[in-house]
C-alpha cells in the first residue's frame, strides 16, 4: 500500500512537473527573434499552397475595390497549430486571419471588427488556452444579431466566415458540437449571414477535418469552401494570399471528406477504450469510398481548386513492371497558377480483392502562365503495389503478389476525375517479394474483416498468427564480442576508422550497456538547451569519457519545442496537401538551422501515421489517409532535415491511430493492412531517406507494445527494409513481461526487439527515475539477454551517435 502511495504521489509530481514544462512554453510564448527569418518566405509559402478551395462560385478571390466584412471570432484568435508536444512551440508571433487580410491590402468592415475585438477582449471571453490534454477545442462564437449582420452586408460586398478548430495530443476530437460538429452559435451565425449576404465564402481553420455535412444547407448561398487547415505563424498571411489570389489556390485534400462521420470506414471501430479492430482493412478512406461507398464523398482525396483551370492530357508506358506516364499539363485560364497531377492504379481483382484506386505517383507544375503547359514524367514500379497475401489464399502466403489480369493506369486532378490513360495485362501471378508472416491477430482476438469480392462489401475472418516467434528470435541472436575492458579507444576512432564499432563497444561494461540503451533520465535534460525533449547516447560521465557526446532530442512536427523562440510551422496535414516534396524539404531545411543554433541534433519529426479517422486527436500532425502521400511527405522531412547535417526521427510507429487510452490500446489488424496502409508509409520513407532514428508508438499492435516489438522492430524495420538507424520508444513505456521469454521483462524485452533506448530514460511515468530497471536481471541467465544483445543495441545507438550533429562537439 505505502509503495503503491509512494508511486502515486512521485507519477503525479512528476505530471505537474511535465505540466510546468508546458505551461513556461505556453506562457514564453509570442516574444523572441527567430534565429534566422530565411524561413519566414518558406512557411508562408508552405501554408499557403495547402489550402484548398473546395468551392467557388465567383466569390474569390477578394477584389482589390471589394470591402469584406469577417465574421467568426477565430479570425482573431486564430488556432495557429493544434495542441500537445507536436504543436506547443514558443512561436516569436502569429499573424491572425483579420491582421493578415489588413496588412496584406483588403479592405475589411472595420465597425464589424471593432465589434469583435472589443467582445474578444473582454476578460470572460478572452481564449482560454487551458492546459495539458485540457486544451479548447474550439472559442465560443460571439453571439451575432441581425442588425449588425445587416448593417455589415449595407457596408460590405463579401463576407468571410472563419470556423475554428482546435484538437491536440492525448484526447481525441469528440463527435460533439465544438469539436466534429458545428457549434448553435456557428450556426446562426451561417444562417444570419448568408441571409445578408450575396457573396459568402467560408474559411476553415481546422488541423483536421470535421463535419461538411452542413455545407449542403446553404447551397449556392455558400459561394466559396476553403480549408485552411492551420497554418503556422504566417497563417494569416498565407490565408490573406490565397483569398487575394496573390497565391492561386493549388492545395489538394490529403483526405476524402464523407457526407457524413457515420459513412466512414473507420466509425464502428474507432476509440474504444481497450482495442479497436480494424475492420475496414485495407479499405482506408478513399480506398474504401472509391471501392464501396461512392455516393458517400462530398470532396474527394486529392480535389482541389484553383481560380484558373487546366487541361491534363496524360500517355503511359509499361514495360515489365515499370510504369512510365507522361502527363501534360495546360493552364487554360486566365490566370498564373499551379496544378497537381496524380496517378493511380487499378489492380485487377483477383482472389485477393483490391480497392478501385490506389495513389501510385504525383507531381506539381510550376507556376504555369494562362496557355502555358508543362510536361510531368512520373514513374512507378507496380511491384510497390503489390497485394500482400496473409491468408495464403493465393496459394502463396506471407507473399507481395501482382495478381495475373488487368492493370489499369488513371490520371487526373483527383480520384474522382482521374481518367483511364492504358491498360496493361499480366498472364501469370507474379510473385515480387516473399516475406515471413510478422504481427498477425492473435487467434484469441480474431475478428472479421472487409474483403472486395467483385465489387461487394463481404466480412472474413482475418487469418491469424502461425508463427513461433521464441524459435525465430533465439536463431537469429546476435554474436558477441567479448569484453576487453577499457582499451582506451575512444568513438572518433571509430569514426577515423582507427579501430571497428566491435572493438570499441568490447570494451564497455554491462552497465555501460544498460545506460546507452536508456536516455538521460527526464525532459529538458540539463545537457541540452532548456525545454528539450530529452538526452541519449553520453548520458553518463564514464560514457562521455570515451568520447560518446549526449545527442541532444526536440519535439516536433510543427517546430521545435523548446523554451526558446523557434518557427512555427503549418501543421502536418496543411503540408501534405500541397503534394509539394521539394518546398516541404527545404521547409525542414531551415528547421534544421533553428536546430544549429540551438545544439538541438535530433527533431522527433515527422509524424506519420495514417489518418484512419477523422476523430484522432494528432490527425493534425500527420498528413494522410494514403501511405504513398504520408511516406513521401515524411521522406521529404527527413531529406530536408539530414541533409543539412541533423537527425530526424519519424514517429509513431506503428498503428498510433487514435489519443484514447494511447497507451495501453490494442490496434488489432490484418497483417495485410498493416502491410499495405500502416505500415507501408514508413517503409516508402525508410528506403527513400534512411532517417537516422525511429520512434516507437505507445499503443500495442495485435498484443505486443510496440516498444517490445521484435517483429516489428528487427525482423520488418531493419530486416525487411533495412534500416540501420536507431529505434527509440515514445516518452516512457509500459511494464510488461515477454510472451515468449516470461523471465524477461521491461528494459530486457524492449533491447531483445531492438527498440534500443528508452526515452527520456527512467522507468518513471515520467521518466524521473531509474528504479525497475530490467536489463541486466537476467544476464547471464538461461534465455536471458546476452551480452551480444547488448552489444548490438549499444552499436545501433552509437551508429547513431556518429551519424549525429552532436559528434561535431567530440570533433571540436
Ligand atoms: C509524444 C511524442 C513526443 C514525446 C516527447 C510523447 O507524449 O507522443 O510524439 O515526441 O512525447 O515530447
Known sequence: MGRLLNRMIRYILAKLDKNDLEQELIEGALGGQLVSEAIVPLARRAAAEGIVLLKNNNVLPIQSTDNAAVFGRTAINYFAVGYGSGGNVQKPYVINIVDGLIENGVSVNRELLDAYTQWTSKSKNVPDEGFWGHWPMNFPEMPLNEQLVRKAAAQSDLALVIIGRAAGEDRENKLKQGSYYLTDAERRMLNLVTAEFRRVAVVMDCGNVIDMGWTADYGDKLGAIVYAWQGGMEGGNALADVLTGSVNPCGKLSDTIAVSYEALPSAANFGKKEFNNYAEDIYVGYRYFETFASDEVLYPFGFGLSYTSFEIQASGTVSGTKVEVSVIVQNTGKLAGKEVAQVYVSLPQGVLGKPEKVLAAFGKTEELQPG??????LSFDLCDFASYDDSGITGHKSAYLLEKGQYRIYVGSDVRAAREILSHTLDETLVTRQRSEVMAVKPEAVFQRLVNRGGKAVYEDVPIATTDLKNIILQNLPQKTSFTGDTGLKLLDVKNGTCTMEQFVAQLRPDELDDLCHGEGKMSSKLGTPGNAGALGGVTKSLREKGIPPAITADGPAGIRLKRTCSLLPCGTALACTFDTELVA??????????????????LAPGLNIHRDPLCGRNFEYFSEDPLLSGKMAAAVVGGLQKAGLSACPKHFACNNQETNRNKNDSRVSERALREIYLKGFEIMVKESAPHAVMTSYN?????????????????????????GLAITDWWMQKALSPEFPSLENDACRVRAQVDVLMPGGDGPFGDTKVGRKLLDTYGKPEGITLGEMQRTAANVLRHVLLSAAMGKTEA
Open 700 to 724: 500495442k499492435i495485435n498484443g505486443v507494445w510496440s516498444h517490445y516489438n521484435y517483429e516489428l522492430a528487427t525482423m520488418v524495420l531493419r530486416g525487411e527494409w533495412g534500416f540501420e
Open 586 to 603: 527545404q521547409v525542414y531545411a531551415a528547421v534544421a538551422e533553428e536546430m544549429k543554433h540551438y545544439g538541438v541534433h535530433m527533431l
Open 372 to 377: 502555358e503547359t508543362q510536361e510531368l514524367n
